[in-house]
């Protein structure tokens, strides 16, 4: 804010500017002729004269001929507490009704201009008044001024709503979004400062720095009046990011910066932490509603760091779901250190709180396919797909991950948009050993470990560590003089099992080649018996169009030859297994092997 030309002390110090005397927190006239009015503005006291404070404003007149008692000639004390602008610019005021010369500045004119307004220093009292003064140099000089209009709407965030009403505000920012669309010539043209070599070198960007000195609402209104003069939406976007580098905490930054930046706002003490939330919280939903509903307008990157701070701030909920229909429309340019979006707050249904808000990104995921419904982009599907299973592979490392959650996100696209299941296997993989190492096999009572050491579904490592630990337990038991009945037990479900953890491994592995060997010259085969059933196809379609059209072709070896293979064929593809199948399909079904004695019956799973 611009300060008064006053040689000003410090408190109990006295000084002079054109004719007024400053002692302590009062001014006096320099003049022989006694104060007859006391002005006090803002704790500092004014020794004025009622006539030329009072022939030049209509409000102290005013007040002076309500509030006048007794003597004519008695000191008068009027308060002007609210008066915009403070002591500086009743100071300048009280100049100009002295006759002394004001220097108008761009630092002063707005509370000078709003100052007139307030004490109705109008024509009707005096031609050439305060009023008329400011008005002009506000018309003629600031508003044809790129810096100027900066300076005056930055000096208007402490006059509202004085400036507001006084259309200030209005005409600063129209006057700079003119010139930001026309360019870098349509600043001031007598300014040959290398701030202007660079903001024609710049071009397109060269006013994005400065107007992003603004408060939030001052730039609203500029990129308001920007937009609606039809600047391109890229470059909107620019200036919104820009603005949100400097003012927003880790906006301008990746990752973890953004959380470091946040944990200040929130941490602060006091009432000042509230007010910083405050504060934030009211530029990010401004910048939501500005920012341009073009594709591309801004990145990506951008909207998903602006959606964090805005989950993390609490903003209206209509604001935040914007935001993630925008993020949707261009999801597909996202990276996964964007989406890795902490939780605040929510929590899952066994109670606990999700690392990463996986139900955000199920949204996000929900409105890219809504959007992908109308522009039918194969390319962004497969990117999508890429991006989700990393998310997957790394979100499945939560214990607090529901198996619900984690399917719901996994299904969430559609198959066509993975040509390859290799990320999904990742993360199904990753998914899987984090569930097995919630469970303590040392733990599991004998019955359970009977039924894990058959259990299909289970991965083979976690098998072979049942059998290990089921052999310590066998091997502490006997040490131990255990109860004589378990013994044999845990020695009959170690049976025939690998004794140790790397020889069951080895053992793993030899099946798994074997059964591969087995596949491999099952294949083979199947080939080969395809290979000779086309042949014979082919012979009986040539036979059958050398015979004659009236004449049948009686049935050969050939035909039932043929129809043999086919349902070998058939058979093999469909995997059937012809051992336990009877050879003719009017023999019995052959009976079910009986179950051996003792044998307990388990459930496909254990709850």
């Not at 043209?189 to 603004?214: F, I, N």
Request: charged letters at 25%.
């Amino acid at each position: 804010m611009w300060e008064p030309e006053s040689g000003r002390g410090g408190d109990g110090g006295d000084s002079k500017s054109d004719g007024f005397e400053h002692r302590g927190q009062s001014w006096h006239v320099a003049t022989d002729a006694p104060s007859d009015l006391l002005v006090r503005v803002a704790g500092v006291s004014f020794h004025l004269h009622k006539y030329p404070l009072l022939s030049r404003s209509g409000r102290l007149s005013r007040i002076f001929h309500e509030e006048r008692r007794g003597d004519a000639e008695q000191l008068s004390c009027i308060d002007l507490e609210d008066l915009p602008g403070g002591a500086a610019s009743f100071e300048l005021a009280a100049k100009f009704c002295y006759g002394i010369a004001v220097d108008l500045t761009a630092g002063n004119i707005s509370g000078l201009r709003c100052a007139a307004e307030f004490l109705e220093m109008t024509e009707d009292l005096e031609e050439g008044n305060l009023i008329f003064k400011t008005e002009a140099f506000l018309s003629y000089v600031v508003l044809s001024s790129w810096r100027d209009s900066i300076v005056v709407l930055k000096t208007c965030e402490s006059l509202s709503p004085w400036a507001e009403n006084l259309q200030i505000v209005r005409r600063c920012s129209e006057s700079i979004a003119w010139k930001a669309c026309a360019g870098p010539a349509a600043g001031d043209s007598t300014d040959s400062s290398p701030r202007r070599s660079r903001r024609q070198a710049a071009a397109a960007d060269w006013w994005m720095e400065d107007v992003a000195v603004l408060r939030i609402d001052h730039f609203v209104r500029v990129v308001t009046a920007i937009k609606v003069k039809g600047m391109r939406p890229e470059l909107v976007g620019a200036a919104i990011m820009f603005y949100a580098g400097k003012w927003l905490p880790g906006m301008a930054k990746e990752g973890g910066a953004l959380e470091e930046g946040l944990h200040i706002v929130v941490s602060g003490a006091g009432g000042g932490a509230a007010g910083n939330m405050r504060e934030q919280r009211m530029t990010v939903e401004s910048l939501i509603s500005i920012t341009p509903p073009h594709k591309d307008s801004v990145s990506c990157g951008f909207l998903l760091r602006l959606l964090r701070l805005a989950t993390m701030l609490g903003v209206a909920p209509a604001l935040v779901t914007e935001l993630e229909k925008r993020v949707g429309m261009q999801l597909e340019q996202a990276e996964l250190a964007d989406l890795l979006i902490p939780c605040y707050g929510s929590a899952t249904a066994g109670g606990g709180e999700t690392l990463y808000d996986v139900d955000l990104v199920r949204r996000l995921v929900e409105h890219f396919l809504v959007q992908e419904q109308h522009d039918g982009g194969a390319a962004a599907k497969t990117r999508v797909a890429r991006l989700l299973d990393s998310y997957l592979t790394e979100v499945a490392r939560d214990r607090n991950l529901s198996p619900t959650k984690f399917q719901v996100l996994a299904e969430a696209l559609p198959d066509t948009a993975r040509s390859s299941d290799d990320g999904l296997y990742r993360a199904v993989d990753s998914y899987l050993k984090r569930l097995c190492r919630v469970m303590d096999c040392q733990k599991l009572s004998m019955d359970a470990c009977m039924h894990a050491a058959q259990n299909e579904r289970l991965p083979l490592r976690v098998v072979v560590q049942v059998l290990f630990s089921e052999q310590v337990k066998l091997s502490s038991a006997v040490a131990g003089g255990e109860a004589a009945a378990t013994v044999p037990a845990r020695r009959a479900l170690l049976e025939g099992t690998p004794q140790s953890f790397q020889e069951g491994w080895a053992a793993a592995k030899k099946d798994i080649n074997s059964l591969k060997f087995e596949m491999e010259g099952m294949k083979v085969k199947y080939l080969e018996l395809q290979g000779e059933v086309e042949s014979l196809q082919r012979q009986l379609e040539k036979a059958a169009m050398k015979a004659p059209k009236n004449s049948s072709v009686p049935s050969s070896g050939w035909t039932s030859g043929w129809k043999k293979l086919s349902r070998l064929t058939k058979m093999g593809a469909d995997g059937s297994d012809h051992d336990n199948q009877p050879r003719s399909g009017h023999g019995p079904a052959a009976p079910p092997a009986p179950a051996r004695k003792g044998q307990r019956r388990w459930r496909n799973s254990v709850s």
